[in-house]
């Protein structure tokens, strides 16, 4: 009988069994970008000491699922995601996901996941609870929300701009009610909480404005795993039609939102590169408007720039992109949010 083991990915020997296991089922990435986020591997081994299957996780989301079913029908993977989710529930954590090849989705919901977006290359399910019905309840409403226009603006807001003000302002006076939604993953000179604070600051203003978090169901480009795909060349491809596939059959018709709000995107070509899939995907169900970028004495306002002038402690500079509440947050905690960048935080990106 097979037997589940931990694995210790930083002893060599074991982690070269490890690739060489998932390379021969076709999983070919391990880098640091996927492998360090790992918090816990398992092993499967059989009789003979073979090792036949393993899985890991990283916070919530299961990762690097494999094994060799030979005549086992199944029972080789069940043991594997479900000894992980035992794992995961020690932990406290009851509600988990998967990113996972489109042909392996059926396997995962007959482990009593529920798919939340599939596309050609790939699938997103979760498990356990709070799950996505319940994220959509627990938004706020408004009295005949299905008889009024609604868009909605997905904004990291690193930190807020007067970019974003501009676009959300926008939104605002050609819509009955905007949902701006903000990143939840925390890989970002500003964590959520005080992100979340700068948006409802900077938006106060617009009374047909909510401003809510995007939970486990608005997936950023930094944290969607990147493992299964053939290359990283792929990933916002991939990453977009799966944000868009949520986003358009979980997320808008709950809500009855019909537009969604991007910023025009003049320097990135990745963000230039999501925006055009996005539209792509949405359409022409959801309507993607593309606000030009709002422009400074003759320079583009973006947040990236802003977390640059941080890294200089130019206040002044930082002043003329940035509503007053992001300033004088700047302003108090302009040490803090310098010694994340000594320490390694990536100010790069959007």
Do not use: C
């Amino acid at each position: 009988m097979d037997k589940v083991v931990d694995l210790f990915l930083s002893d060599a020997a074991t982690r070269q069994k490890w690739e060489n296991l998932l390379s021969s089922l076709d999983l070919h990435n391990f880098s640091a970008r996927e492998v360090d986020q790992i918090d816990h591997t398992i092993g499967l081994v059989d009789e003979d000491g073979k090792l036949v299957g393993t899985g890991s996780v990283a916070g919530n989301v299961l990762k690097y699922v494999g094994v060799i079913n030979e005549d086992t029908q199944g029972a080789r993977f069940n043991k594997v995601v479900t000894n992980l989710l035992q794992y995961l529930a020690e932990q406290k954590i009851y509600h988990s996901f998967v990113f996972t090849k489109a042909k392996y989705a059926s396997s995962f919901e007959h482990l009593h996941f529920n798919l939340l977006a599939k596309t050609d290359e790939a699938a997103f399910l979760e498990n356990g609870m709070p799950d996505v019905n319940d994220f959509l309840s627990d938004l706020p409403k408004v009295e005949d929300q299905a008889d009024k226009k609604i868009a909605a603006i997905v904004m990291n807001a690193n930190p807020f701009t007067l970019g974003h003000q501009h676009l959300v302002k926008m939104a605002s006076e050609e819509n009955d009610l905007v949902y701006v939604f903000v990143v939840a993953n925390d890989v970002s000179l500003f964590n959520f909480n005080e992100r979340m604070k700068l948006v409802q600051e900077g938006t106060k203003q617009f009374a047909n404005v909510k401003v809510v978090s995007g939970g486990d169901y608005m997936v950023s480009p930094a944290t969607f795993p990147a493992y299964f795909l053939k290359s990283p060349d792929e990933l916002i491809d991939v990453q977009t039609s799966v944000d868009a596939a949520v986003f358009k059959n979980k997320i808008a018709p709950a809500l009855n939102i019909a537009r969604r709000y991007i910023g025009q995107e003049p320097i990135s070509r990745t963000t230039h590169f999501y925006n055009v899939s996005l539209a792509h995907e949405l359409g022409p169900d959801i309507e993607v408007i593309t606000v030009k970028r709002l422009e400074k004495s003759g320079q583009i306002v973006t947040a990236t720039q802003v977390r640059q002038w941080i890294k200089d402690g130019d206040l002044a500079k930082i002043n003329k992109f940035v509503p007053e509440s992001t300033y004088e947050f700047i302003k108090q905690n302009m040490s803090e949010l310098q010694s994340r960048i000594e320490k390694g935080m990536n100010i790069d990106g959007n």
